[in-house]
T-cell receptor, first 112, second 116 residues
Framework: NAGVTQTPKFQVLKTGQSMTLQCAQDMNHNSMYWYRQDPGMGLRLIYYSASEGTTDKGEVPNGYNVSRLNKREFSLRLESAAPSQTSVYFC???????????FGEGSWLTVV | GDSVTQMEGPVTLSEEAFLTINCTYTATGYPSLFWYVQYPGEGLQLLLKATKADDKGSNKGFEATYRKETTSFHLEKGSVQVSDSAVYFCALSDPGRGSTLGRLYFGRGTQLTVWP
């Protein structure tokens, strides 16, 4: 049981490049989330998906797009990376029972 | 709106010292409260939680009691170890505001360093 798995773990991009962060969960979560973590800012919600086929914006959606491909997978795309998107990105999931959210191990992204 | 305020760090302690990390919250409903821990280079792990007033969450020697009257959920440990060095995040989830979404509101995190 891998829980929430995200790839890649580390990535360096040049300004203007695009990339997709992948996330998959095997815990049968209905809801999935993408957060970014920046020093002194805690975690901020980028996008979330309450169920397969639905997505909604969080606190800081600008510059990102998401796809809930199926119940297991929720990807985050940067169409044109900017240095302000240098951050650590966390995918997370939550099931139907209880309200505990489980996190992946994080993806360290640097945009130069 | 919902929010979480936790004490600023960093916190530096000697091994076997007593730890308190303060956390207070603002919520319109009846939130569930969480402490997450992040070890260096890793993701966030759930440390403990409490779902209603006066509940005490506990795990790995850490405790926190849900105090509705003071809107607080302070994290405590009687004797810290070097291995407890990590960043600790207080969070809330308010079921009255979209419980099916389960959005968490996080504090900014408190860095704890324990010296031998």
């Amino acid at each position: 049981n891998a829980g929430v798995t995200q790839t890649p773990k580390f990535q360096v991009l040049k300004t203007g490049q695009s990339m997709t962060l992948q996330c998959a969960q095997d815990m049968n979560h209905n809801s999935m989330y993408w957060y970014r973590q920046d020093p002194g800012m805690g975690l901020r919600l980028i996008y979330y998906s309450a169920s397969e086929g639905t997505t909604d914006k969080g606190e800081v959606p600008n510059g990102y797009n998401v796809s809930r491909l199926n119940k297991r997978e929720f990807s985050l795309r940067l169409e044109s990376a900017a240095p302000s998107q240098t951050s650590v990105y966390f995918c997370a999931g939550k099931g139907t029972l209880g309200n505990t959210i489980y996190f992946g191990e994080g993806s360290w992204l640097t945009v130069v | 709106g919902d929010s979480v305020t936790q004490m600023e760090g960093p916190v530096t302690l000697s091994e076997e010292a007593f730890l308190t990390i303060n956390c207070t919250y603002t919520a319109t409903g009846y939130p569930s409260l969480f402490w997450y821990v992040q070890y260096p280079g890793e993701g966030l792990q759930l440390l403990l939680k409490a779902t209603k007033a006066d509940d005490k969450g506990s795990n790995k020697g850490f405790e926190a009691t849900y105090r509705k009257e003071t809107t607080s959920f302070h994290l405590e440990k009687g004797s810290v170890q070097v291995s407890d060095s990590a960043v600790y995040f207080c969070a809330l989830s308010d079921p009255g505001r979209g419980s099916t979404l389960g959005r968490l509101y996080f504090g900014r995190g408190t860095q704890l360093t324990v010296w031998p």
